[in-house]
């Protein structure tokens, strides 16, 4: 429990009021709400009969107590609409203590609460709620952050106390999401991206299913799991990196085509494009190759783009990105010389070492060629492909699933979407042939043998499958959290995840009544340096002896310690310098 605040305390004691005034603050019934803000805004105008008996539930975010009659701003999903409530209309009867104690001195910004009237527009042209009921439905123990919006003569907005600081707004989203509307709509527009992409594959007739989420084996992918155990089983299970493997048995099994949006996890580095949690779309078709897959994703991605834009432009960062077909298309090797001048498309692993070591790009020796040519892209390359760009056609020893290139020797037929800097999906003509494909998997034991944690691990019951026989297939990994920053002008992948994964929060520990003794504090004045909120050694430490010292005295003197003597200059800054 941390310490209660001066206006936390008030507050629980507001609440064991109301409860003697015979008012539950968090009353079991419904309310029932018959219009939103939004609604309210956009057609009483035109509809004006329509809104002469409202109910409408939200939070209280702001009042102006003006005597018998106030105005406020009740705000719910869809935003914010002022409210008009005069003591007579809710307390028509002699008693009026639901407006002048409960409304005028119990309620708090926070506070969730319901109105029932009708709507109408005051003589400044604003539209409100007259209110004729009112009902407190879930009472507020702590503060909002109260951001101050105000419009200058020149008609600029500025913001005052806003919310924004990073860590506090992913720690609490749902403080986040109250204060700043415009996350709320961030969210919104994530899932319509994912509901646009469904609704493109559906009318396809492409099938959506499940695949399992605990594997006895990971793969799919080249990344370092997550490990847990089953305790009925007594066996050691894995969080997916994929569902690529599960999704192809499907197509083994007689399945056209079948996509899943899959929760995956990786036990690697956070950044602001990695979270160890994240969602992608995974879609198989068969008796398909990678350049119709192409097409697909640049068919499907305009639509996204006009379905949440209205067009196929897309303003991210300082950038406009287009989506509109076709896109740019370069081969790995291309890129590569397009942006270093170096053509390292013959050249073997010594070869590679030493254009990374000519090119300062870091390497270890557990990489391996496959690995050195991703890390001469990564750096070199991808940061530069800002419009949407195929990459394609790479090295095999860097595509363990993916088929090998019908025309071009040491290649494989694979692509990815590069757009903003970061990749947003890969793409191969999947692997078919049971024994290529066990020796590419073995490849990736020497690898892991090697020390590289990312390579695959063998799948003798995926092996299995294959063999029964597996159609020409082209497959497909979509990063919907990648798109979603991209299609929301987003900084970084935790302001597209509700809930992205934190550090623990550090506990504040306060001082004990031994620790202000210890630094020469009088047990008298220790509930006055709580009062003052100095709750720490280290809040003590850091204290201005003269700031300090003042307050002291004057709250000394406004908690009424007559008998406590006032401690003196030198008496403070020696709590300070102990």
Not at 227 to 238: F, G
Not at 392 to 401: I, N
Not at 454 to 478: H, K, N, Q, W, Y
Not at 490 to 514: G, H, Y
């Amino acid at each position: 429990m941390h310490q209660l605040s001066e206006q936390e305390i008030r507050r629980r004691h507001e609440m064991e009021e109301l409860r003697k005034l015979g008012i539950e603050p968090y009353p079991a019934e419904g309310f029932e709400v018959n219009v939103t803000a939004q609604d309210i805004h956009e057609n009483y105008e035109k509809r004006k009969t329509d809104y002469k008996d409202i109910s409408i539930a939200g939070r209280l975010m702001s009042t102006r107590i003006m005597g018998s009659a106030s105005f406020g701003e009740i705000q719910d999903s869809t935003g914010r609409v002022q409210f008009y409530i005069r003591r007579d209309d809710i307390c028509p009867g002699e008693d009026k203590t639901l407006y002048n104690t409960v409304f005028k001195k119990m309620l708090d910004i926070g506070d969730i609460i319901g109105v029932k009237g009708h709507v109408f527009t005051t003589q400044t042209g604003e539209i409100s709620i007259h209110v004729r009921e009112f009902r407190l439905l879930s009472k507020s123990l702590r503060p909002l952050p109260i951001v101050k919006r105000e419009v200058d003569e020149q008609g600029v907005e500025h913001v005052h106390d806003a919310f924004d600081d990073p860590e506090q707004r992913y720690r609490m989203r749902y403080v986040d999401l109250i204060v700043n509307p415009h996350v709320r709509e961030t969210f919104r527009k994530r899932t319509q991206l994912v509901q646009s992409m469904r609704n493109f594959l559906n009318s396809r007739g492409y099938l959506e299913v499940e695949t399992p989420i605990l594997q006895p084996l990971y793969g799919g992918a080249a990344a370092r799991p997550f490990k847990t155990h089953h305790n009925t089983l007594d066996m050691t299970l894995y969080l997916r990196i994929a569902n690529e493997l599960y999704l192809k048995r499907l197509i083994v099994g007689g399945f056209d085509a079948v996509y899943e949006f899959a929760k995956d996890f990786r036990n690697e580095g956070m950044s602001r494009f990695h979270n160890p949690e994240f969602t992608q779309m995974e879609l198989y078709v068969a008796y398909k190759d990678y350049a119709w897959m192409m097409d697909l994703v640049e068919e499907m991605v305009e639509r996204i783009a006009l379905d949440l834009h209205g067009d196929t432009k897309v303003q991210v960062g300082q950038n406009v990105i287009d989506f509109q077909r076709p896109w740019k298309r370069f081969t790995m090797f291309e890129a590569i010389e397009h942006f270093t001048g170096i053509d390292i498309s013959e050249m073997d692993e010594a070869g590679l070492r030493d254009v990374c070591k000519q090119l300062h790009v870091p390497v270890d020796e557990s990489m391996g060629k496959g690995k050195l040519i991703d890390e001469i892209f990564g750096e070199k390359c991808e940061a530069n492909l800002i419009q949407p760009t195929f990459i394609t056609d790479y090295p095999v020893e860097m595509s363990p699933l993916a088929k090998r290139h019908r025309d071009k020797e040491g290649l494989v037929e694979r692509f990815e979407a590069i757009c903003n800097g970061k990749e947003i999906c890969n793409a191969f003509s999947e692997l078919n042939d049971p024994l290529d494909q066990r020796r590419r998997f073995e490849e990736q034991l020497e690898l892991g043998k090697r020390g590289d944690e990312e390579a695959m691990v063998l799948d003798e019951d995926f092996l299995r499958s294959l063999e029964f026989g597996m159609p020409p297939t082209a497959g497909l990994g979509i990063g919907i959290d990648r798109l979603s920053m991209i299609m929301t002008n987003s900084n970084s992948i935790q302001d597209v995840l509700f809930f992205p994964q934190m550090r623990p929060e550090k506990k504040v520990q306060f001082a004990t009544d031994q620790e202000y003794l210890d630094r020469g504090v009088r047990a008298e004045l220790i509930p006055v340096l709580r009062e003052l909120k100095v709750l720490t050694v280290e809040q003590l430490k850091n204290s201005v002896p003269t700031k300090l010292f003042n307050d002291v005295c004057g709250t000394r003197k406004k908690m009424k310690l007559n008998d406590v003597k006032n401690p003196s200059l030198e008496e403070v800054e020696s709590w300070i310098r102990k």
